[in-house]
């Protein structure tokens, strides 16, 4: 009976994963850390600028440079969205942020390509920042969308926008349903146990990313290829 468990387990793995990990596993077990250049460079800055940010005479550069709030001009917000997503929450422990980035951004740069990770991190992150306008001018009373005038001024920083929008695209891409969805749950849970800017902004990251994910299959379907990976197309690269 265990061996009978442990053999639909293994069946899942492979089902849920395999593409995945056939895609990924030759590069870094060949090249290692050469393979994902784009995301060493990401962790690097991410822990410089963090460094940064906690000292006295680099936390004014780095806010100027990085901290989004949605009461900042738009083209302000807009400027600094780029390194707001390398720029860890200081409430927050920075080794999770740099795991993110290092795991999430990894497999992301193996699979789609430099060119469409950094697409998608930016896609989920803008979405994040635009909601949170959006969210604080429709205000508390509209229900699951408005925010409340406070939000307008707390920093907006971090890579987990980005994450969870790669994370969702990567899975959806490679047939990894269950993970994509577990994360998709993952981000809805968070908001009904506790309603904040942070957990919206993943919801509006993903919702962003869902959209894309919907175009491709029905730009896929209308050329008649039920999907790039599935028909044997090489995964995306730069």
């Known amino acids: 009976m265990n061996q009978t468990h442990a053999g639909r387990a293994l069946r899942w793995v492979r089902a849920e994963w395999g593409l995945l990990c056939a895609t990924v596993r030759p590069p870094l077990v060949r090249r290692r850390l050469r393979a994902i250049p784009m995301t060493v460079v990401a962790v690097c800055l991410a822990a410089v600028v963090h460094v940064t940010h906690q000292q006295s005479w680099g936390y004014r550069f780095v806010e100027n440079a990085g901290a989004v709030r949605a009461e900042d001009p738009l083209w302000t917000a807009l400027a600094r969205t780029p390194l707001s997503l390398f720029v860890p929450a200081l409430d927050l422990p920075v080794w999770g942020a740099l795991a993110q980035i290092l795991i999430v951004f990894g497999i992301a740069e193996i699979c789609l390509g430099r060119r469409r990770t950094l697409a998608i991190a930016l896609l989920a992150t803008l979405a994040g920042t635009l909601y949170a306008r959006v969210g604080v001018a429709l205000g508390p009373d509209v229900p ?45 849970v968070e908001v009904l146990v506790k309603e904040n800017l942070a957990g919206k902004e993943h919801l509006a990251a993903l919702a962003a990313v869902l959209v894309v994910c919907a175009a491709e299959a029905v730009r896929q379907r209308r050329s008649g290829v039920a999907s790039g990976v599935a028909s044997g197309v090489p995964p995306i690269q730069s």
């Open 144 to 188: 699951l969308l408005g925010l409340p005038a406070s939000d307008a001024r707390v920093v907006d920083t971090g890579p987990s926008a980005a994450v969870v929008g790669l994370a969702v695209y990567v899975g959806w891409r490679y047939r990894a349903w269950v993970t994509a969805g577990a994360v998709v749950l993952a981000m809805v």
